[in-house]
């Protein structure tokens, strides 16, 4: 499948960004969906995910309560609300897809930065 993700872009602290993802070449609704994030000098995280019926959604701590994942199984995209944004949510956010759990994702996208100013 392939996976691609816009909305990114720089705003600033409070603000709201709305990150979508595109997938195309195989049966979406297969994948439970998620959005992963990689900050400078930090490592990969898992930000939000989504299960394939869209019924059941995971958040990482830190943006819970700010940010809402949600899927449309017939355009075939998953979106990631974000509000209340802070500057340690600045980030380059990937979009993925998986059938085998978080640790070992099936399908990438290209990465959307989201830079958030003080």
């Known amino acids: 499948v392939q996976l691609q993700a816009s909305g990114g872009g720089l705003v600033q602290a409070g603000g709201s960004l709305r990150l979508s993802c595109a997938a195309s070449?195989?049966?979406?609704?297969?994948?439970?969906m998620g959005w992963f994030r990689q900050a400078p000098g930090k490592e990969r995280e898992i930000v939000s995910g989504?299960?394939?019926?869209?019924?059941?959604?995971f958040y990482a701590d830190s943006v819970k309560g700010r940010f809402t994942i949600s899927r449309d199984n017939v355009k075939n995209t998953v979106l990631l609300q974000m509000n209340s944004l802070k500057p340690e949510d600045t980030a380059v956010y990937y979009c993925?897809?998986?059938?085998?759990?978080?640790?070992?994702?099936?399908?990438w996208g290209q990465g959307t930065l989201v830079t958030v100013s003080s």
């Open positions: 993925v897809a998986t059938t085998r759990g978080w640790g070992n994702v099936d399908y």
């Open positions: 989504i299960n394939k019926s869209g019924g059941s959604t």
């Open positions: 070449g195989s049966t979406f609704s297969r994948y439970v």
